[in-house]
């Protein structure tokens, strides 16, 4: 059977512009296509995991998926990292942290399902093992190393776009994936990792030095990209090489437990 990978869902009550003939506000659970797309080309079965209400639903997760993917979204609120919110701070949802920190230390300690952190993922894996991040690029200089100053949110370009690159450690999963030390990747985002967890090794950079990838120390999958693969991977086929170790990891987890 292929593996099942859970897919954390955005949580939203901002969709009665889309929806608005129901002609009530509701609450969505909702997923970019993307996802669900990468997953199943890699060969895995996508299970949306909505926000949910009830904590015992959160607990018995980790016995129906045998991957776990940390989606993009708002900001983590800051006072997960013991910070106060900053006035370059965006939108938060308490209900999605709280939820996904608790699914994600659920899924850490009780498990050895593969993780795979994406944007808000990646920095949300960061923060859970007691990280930290600039809560805006502006809390740091746009000059950061060698000279070179950067565009990190590019949202006005198509999502497939390749907007720099990213340089691999050779020593690292990511080199492994991609059997290269750079590669080129999109970019939407306006915060980023700052202080990285003890859990975790520094595997990619941009070239002014932001934290592109990580992954977990030891021998555990747990992996987290800055960038969106899933965004690039129907048109450039080695960003779909990381859904492709990913759900080979979830397959062998599933093979095993």
């Not at 996802?35 to 949306?48: D, H, T, V």
């Not at 949910?52 to 980790?62: A, E, G, L």
């Not at 809390?139 to 950061?144: D, G, P, R, T, Y």
């Not at 970019?187 to 975790?200: E, G, L, N, P, T």
Request: charged share 25%; net charge negative.
């Amino acid at each position: 059977m292929k593996p099942i990978i859970g897919i954390c869902a955005n949580y939203s009550n901002g969709l009665s512009e889309v929806y608005g003939r129901l002609g009530v506000q509701l609450g969505w659970h909702v997923i970019p296509d993307d996802y669900i797309n990468s997953i199943e080309m890699a060969g895995g079965i996508p299970l949306i995991i909505p926000v949910y209400n009830d904590d015992n639903n959160i607990d018995s997760t980790i016995n129906i998926i045998d991957g776990l993917l940390l989606t993009g979204g708002v900001d983590v609120c800051p006072k997960y990292y013991n910070e106060f919110i900053g006035t370059k701070t965006e939108d938060i949802d308490p209900k999605r942290d709280e939820h996904e920190l608790h699914l994600l230390n659920d899924v850490i300690t009780k498990s050895k399902v593969p993780i795979l952190g994406i944007c808000r993922g990646h920095q949300l894996l960061n923060v859970a093992y007691g990280g930290t991040l600039h809560q805006d690029l502006s809390e740091i200089s746009l000059e950061l190393k060698n000279n070179v100053s950067m565009n990190h949110a590019m949202y006005g370009s198509q999502k497939y776009i390749p907007v720099h690159e990213v340089e691999l450690n050779k020593d690292s999963i990511f080199y492994e994936i991609f059997n290269k030390e750079k590669i080129q990747v999109n970019s939407y985002h306006h915060q980023v990792i700052k202080d990285v967890a003890d859990a975790f090794n520094i595997v990619g950079r941009s070239p002014d030095g932001i934290v592109e990838a990580i992954e977990m120390k030891g021998d555990r999958f747990v992996i987290g990209t800055q960038w969106h693969p899933e965004m690039m991977s129907e048109h450039y086929e080695e960003q779909l090489l990381i859904f492709k170790k990913f759900v080979s990891m979830c397959a062998e987890y599933n093979k095993n437990k």
